[in-house]
């Protein structure tokens, strides 16, 4: 089988890159024959190895259309991997589903779709009902992305729901802590990723000085602001640090504003308790730092929105009302006293894991291609 991924690549810092890179490692894992070539944004690193090859030649600002199929040429399956801030809002990604030669089978994956009343520009859902039209079949994270794709006319049939992977991390807690120089330190809740104010941290700090009452706690923020912050999150790291002092516990706010490499993630979720997500987005979106927390082990505790809809495939009482601080309070220290509850949710993320491992999800890419392929 002979498959070609478009998408960004890494060293590239993009969470599509980066997912796609676990998904191909995946694949050689489950099956050394496949012939793999990705099909990359510039920025991405030139290798050629035995059956495994990525070709940077084109960019998003640019007319992307003609390398994209010049490359695809000979390849049974050509996967996409669609966000939309990769390939705009224009003809561009159309005109090359339509071009594509039509022996080669075109799979999307589209990884966010933003309900039109919740997006500026009003026309998000409907580029991606045009992909969703123009591919042989789609494959999405979430139910509710499916469930979006079936109201705009998409046929059930061609949708496949496949879960974003979980990578699985086992690093001691006491190693993990003294790498990072965290030793010492009580319950670590943590937060991961780049700051932004979506992600609600200072809702986490209400819920921290409620749990320090009856426990130990810190609430690790790990990660600095994104390349290009704006002036509102900027200003939102300002609020937190203050928001600390009005609470009494900027002693127990561990804000380091740096960025951790790959190698660093396995210790920053293994020195933790619980992570949290007290998010509030209306994207339709699997999140990449909830299956790390995951793969992790460790218990998480997010909000109820469609991202996180798949904690409940964990366990559901985990899942809080957004703005919450003191549900987030009360599940966190249900966790840290109640041994038979953790239990019961470190069962049940034991499980989760298994069924999203990047070679299970491979194994679902691969029975779909060879499925599409046949069709």
Same mark, same amino acid.
């Not at 997912?19 to 050689?28: E, F, R």
């Given at each position: 089988?002979?498959i ?7 060293p590239?810092r ?10 191909v490692?995946?694949i ?17 690193? /030139? ?21 994209i ?26 005109s090359? *589903? ?15 779709i ?19 039209? *123009? ?14 794709l ?85 200003r ?7 928001k ?5 516990v900027?002693?127990r ?9 790959d ?28 299956h ?17 809809e798949? *904690?409940?495939?964990v366990?559901?009482? *985990? ?29 049940r ?9 990047w ?7 691969? /029975? ?5 392929i046949?069709?």
């Amino acid at each position: 089988m002979k498959i070609a991924y478009v998408s960004t690549y890494l060293p590239q810092r993009c969470g599509v890159a980066t997912y796609l890179d676990y998904l191909v490692q995946g694949i050689k894992e489950v099956d050394c024959g496949v012939e793999i070539k990705i099909i990359a944004e510039r920025g991405a690193a /030139t290798l050629k190895r035995d059956r495994f090859e990525v070709i940077p030649c084109w960019h998003r600002d640019e007319n992307y259309v003609e390398p994209i199929i010049d490359h695809a040429k000979g390849m049974d399956v050509v996967h996409i991997q669609h966000e939309y801030s990769i390939y705009k809002f224009d003809d561009r990604l159309p005109s090359v *589903l339509r071009r594509l030669d039509q022996t080669l089978k075109k799979v999307v994956t589209i990884h966010c779709i933003r309900p039109s009343q919740f997006c500026e520009r009003g026309n998000d859902e409907l580029y991606a009902k045009k992909i969703a039209e *123009l591919a042989d079949c789609v494959i999405v994270h979430l139910e509710s992305q499916r469930e979006m794709l079936i109201r705009l006319g998409i046929s059930p049939g061609k949708i496949h729901v496949i879960p974003h992977g979980t990578e699985i991390m086992d690093v001691d807690a006491e190693a993990a802590r003294k790498k990072l120089g965290l030793l010492g330190q009580g319950r670590i809740l943590l937060m991961f990723g780049f700051v932004k104010p979506h992600k609600c941290a200072h809702v986490a700090l209400e819920a921290l000085k409620e749990i320090c009452v009856e426990e130990d706690a810190y609430l690790f923020i790990a990660g600095g602001l994104a390349p290009g912050a704006s002036q509102r999150e900027k200003r939102y790291v300002d609020l937190l640090k203050s928001k600390s002092r009005e609470l009494g516990v900027e002693k127990r706010l561990l804000l380091p504003l740096k960025f951790f490499p790959d190698e660093d993630i396995p210790y920053v979720f293994g020195a933790c308790d619980a992570v949290l997500f007290p998010y509030y987005e209306q994207d339709r979106s699997s999140s990449g730092s909830f299956h790390l927390a995951i793969g992790s082990g460790k218990p998480v505790i997010a909000s109820r929105i469609p991202k996180f809809e798949e *904690l409940r495939n964990v366990c559901d009482e *985990l899942l809080i009302t957004p703005y919450n601080s003191h549900e987030i309070a009360k599940i966190a220290i249900r966790l840290f006293k109640d041994r038979t509850f953790a239990a019961h949710v470190q069962e049940r993320l034991r499980k989760y894991r298994e069924e999203t491992s990047w070679k299970a999800i491979a194994r679902k890419h691969l /029975t779909l291609y060879d499925h599409v392929i046949r069709s």
